[in-house]
């Protein structure tokens, strides 16, 4: 009986779907503990690693991301890989192109690991950078860097699924004008699996 149990066992997981497992790739947006990256993992059943930090922008991301090994995965580890970058970018003096190619950069290696790039627009900045403590000329100044770096992301990436420009995010779902909330967090969330077809 305990044999017949084994084989059973052995057959049925030979059988069983492979867990569906998540990387997330970002800055600060991407970071908050339960935030949005984490209730998509959830509500997708799937398990998931984030290597985002506050602060970083493309080019650390960048750099993370070339330390997998991807010419040696048989199978890769990772089912989707989630980017979503810019912000410090558009907030720094780095220039449009250099973050363009950053993320398409990280486009090729999550296809080279084999794992599906979905790239995040993020949300409006017309409707949540405001009172962020920065000057008025800077503010807006950076805005506008943000706002002209993801409607080239939306032009020009390549190779990827892209999830467009949220619309349901506004300046309550942020607590200083830059990131978002549990609330927000939730709406981000919604809006990231609304937006994918997967």
């Known amino acids: ?7 059973l066992c052995l057959v049925l997981s030979a059988f069983r779907q492979p867990e569906e497992k998540i990387l997330f790739v970002g800055d600060s947006l991407t970071a908050y503990s339960g935030g949005w990256q984490h209730q998509v993992a959830r509500m997708r059943h799937a398990t998931h690693d984030n290597i985002s930090k506050g602060g970083k922008r493309t080019k650390w991301m960048l750099e ?12 890769s580890p990772y089912n989707e890989i989630y980017i979503y970058g810019g912000i410090n970018d558009s907030f720094s003096y780095v220039s449009e192109d250099e973050t ?20 995040i627009v993020g949300y409006n900045p ?13 503010e ?16 020009e990436l390549k190779w990827c699924e892209i999830v467009p420009m949220d619309t349901t995010i506004n300046r ?17 969330a ?6 994918l077809e997967l």
């Open 126 to 138: 017309k409707e949540v950078i405001q009172m962020t403590g920065y000057s008025n000329e800077v």
């Open 100 to 119: 363009i190619n950053n993320i398409q950069q990280m486009v090729y290696i999550a296809k080279k690991m084999g794992a599906l790039p979905i790239v």
């Open 190 to 195: 919604n809006w990231v699996l609304k937006n």
């Open 172 to 188: 309550t779902d942020s607590g200083d004008g830059i990131h978002l909330n549990s609330k927000g967090h939730r709406k981000f």
């Open 64 to 75: 993370q991301m070339k330390k997998y090994p991807v010419d040696k995965y048989e199978y």
């Open 1 to 7: 009986m305990r044999i017949l149990v084994l084989v």
């Open 140 to 155: 807006t100044r950076c805005r506008n860097r943000y706002i002209k770096l993801q409607q080239r992301m939306l032009k």
